[in-house]
């Protein structure tokens, strides 16, 4: 969901704005009636065997997904 908040609303109550964005709203953020800046959520950080789930539902390439579960299993090795 896309919320808007004035710029002094975020002066005067940021935390509630952020408690928003942390349950996933982006803010719009406006200056006398023009955007001036947005609150994005954090992507959640995703499990390479999320991942690798994912893919299946997508049937990729065979060799594609070869390559894409290698870099998968890298990245949860790195983390």
Do not use: W
């Amino acid at each position: 969901m896309i919320r808007s908040a004035t710029a002094t609303e975020f002066n005067r109550v940021p935390s509630k704005l952020l408690g928003h964005s942390k349950r996933g709203d982006t803010i719009l953020v406006n200056t006398y009636g023009e955007p001036t800046a947005a609150i994005i959520p954090h992507p959640a950080r995703t499990s390479g065997a999320e991942c690798a789930r994912q893919l299946r539902r997508l049937k990729p390439d065979p060799k594609t997904a070869d390559i894409i579960a290698g870099l998968i299993k890298g990245m949860d090795k790195a983390a």
